[in-house]
């Protein structure tokens, strides 16, 4: 198996047939996740990316988004 994470906060998870999408939550949804446990409101925060991109969380109906600068 293999994992991938993207400079966009997106992760992609290999396995010998292709995607397994089940295990594709993203490293940037993951984190908003543990900061809200944390009783941190993640919309307060400005994400750093590796590739130089600055992004805001977003609450969505169903859970979080967020938006690039």
Do not use: H
């Not at 908003?32 to 109906?61: C, H, S, W, Y």
């Amino acid at each position: 198996m293999k994992v991938i994470f993207f400079a966009n906060g997106n992760t992609a998870c290999l396995d010998d047939y292709g995607q397994v999408p089940v295990l594709q939550k993203s490293w940037m949804q993951l984190y908003i996740e543990f900061l809200e446990t944390q009783g941190v409101n993640p919309e307060d925060i400005i994400f750093q990316f590796p590739n130089g991109g600055v992004a805001k969380a977003i609450r969505i109906e169903d859970g979080w988004n967020w938006s690039f600068d």
